[in-house]
């Protein structure tokens, strides 16, 4: 019987590889699990990247023999994305979760990227510690749960590493990917919460741009974090899928 494929974890913005909980936890015991600390977080505090540069980083991290499985979060998905474009070959399959392929107008994406600036900014200006306060109480996070909020985890990275990320790997930043859907080969599994509209809308968008090898699951009493507030079913939902 060969191996399961190996599994790579790319966390949302603000977080680390260590706050995938149940998530990881559970994929651990199916086989390997790496999950990584991207550009501006955690031991990549120092690296400054873009999301290309940062998806030839994480293809370097996985095997050319062994294809893995790419699960990302947030702007976690959006470096999925991009890596699944850049090197297909390294991602055999592809879990997109509260994910999007950019902001299609350009008056639109320039406001995000001054956005993202301004916040930047402001990171470097009041700290990391408050400015994790100021980021958990957003409604974005309302249905997160004491245990998946991470605030130790999330006060392990720097302002400048955080400032760095958002300038460089932002949303504003990003380029529209919507035409490219149809490259993907792969398998992908695309996620959302039904209480984000948004990015529940935005996953149903992703499904449909790449096709009938897409399966798209708007999970329950969810919002943004899906993961973290439904743990056991998105964890069941992404282990039986997987295997």
């Excluded at 949302?12 to 550009?39: H, I, K, M």
């Excluded at 350009?106 to 100021?134: K, P, Q, Y």
Aim: some cysteine; charged content about 20%.
């Amino acid at each position: 019987m060969s191996s399961p494929s190996p599994v790579v974890l790319l966390h949302g913005f603000g977080q680390n590889g260590r706050c995938w909980g149940r998530l990881g936890e559970s994929l651990a015991t199916l086989g390997e699990v790496a999950a990584l600390d991207l550009p501006g977080h955690g031991a990549a505090g120092a690296v400054h990247a873009d999301l290309w540069t940062t998806a030839d980083l994480v293809a370097e991290a996985i095997d050319p023999e062994r294809p893995a499985a790419v699960v990302g979060y947030s702007m976690g998905g959006r470096i999925a994305l991009h890596t699944a474009l850049a090197h297909p070959e390294r991602v055999g399959r592809l879990v997109l979760i509260s994910a999007t392929a950019g902001i299609d107008d350009e008056a639109e994406r320039e406001a995000r990227r001054a956005s993202d600036n301004a916040l930047a900014t402001h990171i470097e200006a009041i700290g990391v510690d408050a400015f994790v306060e100021e980021w958990l109480a957003l409604p974005l996070f309302a249905g997160l749960p004491a245990e998946g909020r991470y605030v130790t985890e999330r006060r392990t990275n720097s302002a400048r590493g955080l400032a760095s990320s958002l300038r460089l790997a932002g949303t504003g930043t990003q380029e529209p990917l919507w035409s490219r859907l149809g490259e993907l080969t792969m398998p992908v599994l695309v996620i959302a919460g039904q209480d984000d509209t948004k990015f529940a809308a935005l996953a149903e968008r992703l499904a449909a741009g790449i096709g009938d090898h897409a399966t798209l699951a708007i999970v329950g009493g969810s919002g943004h974090t899906v993961h973290l507030e439904q743990p056991q079913l998105t964890t069941d939902l992404i282990g039986t899928w997987l295997a």
